[in-house]
């Protein structure tokens, strides 16, 4: 269990606000790994060794796990124990339903006696309303990540029409911050509508932002930092693709590190710059 | 497979439109299942056996599988097996990512061969836009469900809030409705709200909806039905705990099946009287 302030002390410890996105498809990592009982777990297990000092959260995300059935949700589960007790870690389901239904998938991932797995922080979709994310805060010290500004294409379709209160990813984060406070709620806020940022630091000025699109989906980490960060840092930078498929040889978890040293340092100026370090 | 059509003649057969709901708790089944190898997929298959000639669709919850890991997803898998061909299968999961991940949530539960599970409709959340929907509608013949107006409390924080094209619930259906039409998608609509109906209709006249809310939390069937039936039927009615949960005795099945005879009954009576049979 990380909180709020551990995560602030972890993000000045290791100068980065790194997450490592695990969205480990077997059909895009390294073809010797194919020999182990379990190729997923023992590539994630080395993604996690070559970067651990250099992050502060890990993200699998549930999709890439569940497509394999019973064989993934066991790599998921294994690949859960491995996770630092250091880092935050968040699995990126994006459930969303009614509560006595969310109390289900509250059990599937936060519950380790029930299914074997609890992590610190699960995405959760708003769609739902408040039924969707109540029975996940029951569980003390937990986190909901709640989606409200995406960084697909798909976002514009629904996320940015108008309401009575503002964009409806306004709307979202307004009527949250009525259900929890920022120690148990951030939002996802895609990297690549960096100016959207200044909007949201004024309904959420202190909540944490996990923030896909930076790497492979062109976002950019100085504007990002510039509009996003707050005096804690308030920002969680996701990168999935652009480090655990950094290479696809034998020397993919270096090639790793390297892809996430990279980020790290630019993390640290950016914190440096604004003084949160 | 069932086509929109086989689903027509199904409900004129059958002269039901009902689905029941596999929301199977391991807690709430009848202690005597307790000494089988699994429980939840002996109680499952004696529900089925016992209402398979009174429903034309079944929709296991998956939140209630994935709550127990790995043993739940093995019933869960069964389960599909033992789900009869000539009904409409549904996986209820709610799932709504953008486009990488949901290409694996489509091959987790629409991908025999993947996963071990092909059903024929899975309900999806649209808050993340086009992308959620497009790696389901790739499958030849699937069906998306997709999540419109909900039935229970969390519903009012943001479906009715009002946009340029509507409530938000409205402007879903708008929208999604440019994405495909009435033979692949499907939309979720609360029974608790049967007056809505009439709006729906206006925007998806055309569109099977699939209702929750009948039972356990009081929606009336002859108001959906008033409001929301077509000259194809156009509804499938789900009710889950009111019939599964009849009784937790060892005449939970016929329980089942005498809850779900009734509810047949007051199908046929509403599908003559709208002159569909």
Chains 1, 2 share one sequence.
């Not at 959260?57 to 796990?65: I, M, Q």
Request: glycine residues 8%; aromatic residues 10%; proline residues 3%.
């Amino acid at each position: 269990m990380i909180s709020r302030q551990q995560l602030i002390e972890q993000i000045k410890q290791k100068k980065s606000f790194l997450c490592v996105g695990l969205d480990t498809d077997i059909e895009k990592i390294p073809e010797f790994l194919k020999e182990y009982a379990d190729p997923v777990f023992e590539f994630n297990k080395r993604i996690i060794d070559a970067t651990r000092d250099l992050c502060v959260s890990y993200k699998p995300n549930a999709a890439f796990y569940e497509s394999r059935g019973v064989k993934g949700l066991q790599s998921l589960i294994d690949t859960w124990k491995y996770l630092p007790a250091d880092c935050l870690n968040i699995i990126d389901a994006k459930r969303g339903d009614i509560g006595n239904t969310s109390d289900m998938y509250a059990k599937a991932f936060l519950d380790e006696k029930a299914a074997g797995m609890s992590f610190d922080a699960i995405t959760v979709s708003p769609y739902m309303g408040h039924d969707t994310v109540t029975s996940y805060l029951a569980y003390p010290g937990k986190w909901v990540i709640l989606l409200a500004l995406t960084s697909s294409a798909g976002s514009k379709d629904f996320q940015y029409l108008t309401t009575d209160h503002g964009f409806l990813y306004e709307a979202v984060i307004q009527k949250a911050n009525t259900w929890a406070g920022a120690d148990r709620i951030m939002y996802v806020v895609g990297a690549t509508k960096s100016t959207e940022f200044v909007n949201i630091r004024k309904l959420a000025p202190d909540n944490f932002l996990l923030v896909p699109g930076v790497g492979a989906q062109g976002g950019s980490l100085p504007d990002v930092c510039r509009y996003g960060m707050n005096k804690d840092c308030g920002l969680m930078i996701n990168a999935s693709r652009s480090i655990i498929y950094a290479s696809n040889g034998r020397d993919f978890a270096e090639a790793a590190r390297t892809e996430a040293q990279s980020m790290q340092k630019q993390m640290q100026a950016e914190l440096e710059k604004a003084g949160v370090i």
